[in-house]
């Protein structure tokens, strides 16, 4: 049996805020350490996942596997980056800032409408018809041509990658 109490106190602590002033390379060890936390949660339970039924192709346990990796690899990113900031760091105050994110906000009412023509036209179709208003939009390219390039290489490489190498079936949308 697991105890909870020590597991409890580590997720208070990532999620709670004391009321003091942290340095940003405090907030940042913290933040990778719940993430490393998350991380070993994340991979025990993708071990209780059953094996593989189909011989040939990546099983269940595959893409969380994945997930874990990069979130640890991303963790270590952070905490190794943390580690080599200055002490006397100045911390920014979070309402210093009161703009509006609007860019972000764009890419987030993106990917939803990505994900609903996902749904409704499938992975390929919806990857080539969002894609150059996230190029446009989110990593502001103006270049025509490296927007169409870069829409194709990603619509129809990763349909090469999971129907031909991974032999996963992507959506096709509901009205195809």
């Given at each position: 049996m697991?105890?909870?109490?020590?597991?409890?106190?580590?997720?208070?602590?990532?999620?709670?805020?004391r009321g003091e002033k942290m340095s940003r390379g405090r907030e940042d060890r913290q933040v990778a350490f719940c993430f490393?936390?998350?991380?070993?949660?994340?991979?025990?339970?993708?071990?209780?996942?059953?094996?593989?039924?189909?011989?040939?192709?990546?099983?269940?346990?595959?893409?969380?596997?994945?997930l874990v990796t990069g979130l640890v690899i991303l963790s270590?990113?952070?905490?190794?980056?943390?580690?080599?900031?200055?002490?006397?760091?100045?911390?920014?105050?979070?309402?210093?800032?009161?703009?509006?994110?609007?860019i972000g906000l764009g890419t987030l009412a993106m990917f939803f409408v990505y994900v609903w023509m996902v749904d409704l036209i499938g992975l390929r179709?919806?990857?080539?018809?969002?894609?150059?208003?996230?190029?446009f939009v989110s990593f502001r390219l103006r270049n025509i041509m490296e927007i169409a390039l870069i829409t194709l290489v990603l619509a129809f490489g990763v349909d090469f990658v999971f129907r031909v190498l991974l032999k996963m079936a992507l959506p096709m949308g509901s009205i195809f």
């Open positions: 697991v105890k909870t109490a020590p597991l409890l106190k580590v997720i208070v602590v990532c999620f709670t805020s490393l936390l998350l991380a070993a949660i994340w991979g025990y339970l993708t071990l209780q996942i059953p094996p593989t039924s189909i011989p040939g192709t990546p099983g269940p346990r595959f893409f969380p596997w994945l270590l990113v952070m905490l190794v980056g943390s580690l080599r900031q200055p002490a006397d760091e100045k911390q920014v105050d979070a309402d210093a800032k009161k703009d509006i994110d609007w179709w919806g990857t080539l018809v969002m894609m150059p208003f996230f190029l």
